[in-house]
């Protein structure tokens, strides 16, 4: 199973584009520490707004919470647009309520289509992915802009929408990664190990390149 989370992988990317951003910034000043005489030493501060990456299991959920009831107004000034008033989808946009599971199942199998019933009550696996979802991404046309507390009620609305908590249920980080998700048997965690490769720089291929041609058969012209 994969070892990686957030911290390390998510704080290593987001240090290493802040760090070109700043690199400027950090020789204009003169001070702390630089890599080849360029660039500063990224701060936990600077990089904790992009620290926000959750996990299936609740892993790095943030303090705070928010109901179904707080959810709806921000659910309908800026989701509903969007998604429907009782995310039933609007203009094209996805739902919120696809078909119930065992239909949706029953028409995947059927090789039908899976997509566009594919919703929070029969796709989504867990409901810490859903918040960090919906947090980080919408609402579309201004992602990352609704607070900790909202994301919370917002989702919780939506879960609602999708019959999957109560009307009195809240959000936070003790409840989230307990929420019976209709779809969570269908996922399956990816048990194989990391596995460490040299990188090779230099006469990596020792054979001689073969151009294979494509066989073209039973067309008739
Ligand atoms: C301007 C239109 C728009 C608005 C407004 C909007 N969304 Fe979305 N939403 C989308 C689009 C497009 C997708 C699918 C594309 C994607 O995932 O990037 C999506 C996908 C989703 C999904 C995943 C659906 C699925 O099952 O795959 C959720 C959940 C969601 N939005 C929640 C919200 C919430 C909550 C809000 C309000 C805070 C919101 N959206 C506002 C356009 C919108």
Excluded at 71 to 99: R, S, V
Excluded at 154 to 176: H, Q, R, W
Aim: net charge negative; proline share 7%; with cysteine.
């Amino acid at each position: 199973m994969s070892k990686l989370k957030t911290s390390k992988f998510g704080l290593g990317l987001a240090a290493g584009a802040m760090a070109l951003g700043l690199s400027t910034a950090g020789v204009a000043d003169g001070h702390g520490d630089s890599f080849n005489g360029i660039g500063a030493k990224i701060t936990d501060k600077a990089v904790e707004p992009w620290d926000i990456s959750v996990f299936y299991d609740g892993t790095n959920l943030p303090e705070g919470s928010g109901s179904v009831e707080a959810g709806q107004q921000p659910y309908d000034a800026k989701c509903a647009m969007c998604h429907g008033a009782f995310g039933e989808g609007a203009e094209g946009y996805p739902k919120m309520m696809g078909d119930p599971m065992p239909q949706f199942v029953k028409s995947l199998k059927q090789g039908l289509d899976g997509v566009g019933n594919r919703a929070v009550n029969n796709a989504w696996g867990h409901a810490p992915t859903l918040y960090d979802m919906i947090h980080r991404h919408m609402p579309f046309y201004a992602p990352g802009t609704m607070p900790v507390d909202e994301s919370y009620a917002v989702t919780c609305y939506v879960l609602n929408l999708a019959g999957i908590v109560p009307m009195d249920f809240t959000c936070s980080k003790e409840t989230l990664p307990d929420v019976d998700m209709p779809s969570t048997d269908y996922y399956v965690t990816d048990t194989r190990p990391d596995v460490k490769n040299e990188r090779c720089m230099s006469d990596c291929y020792d054979a001689e390149p073969k151009v294979v041609g494509a066989a073209v058969t039973g067309v008739s012209q």
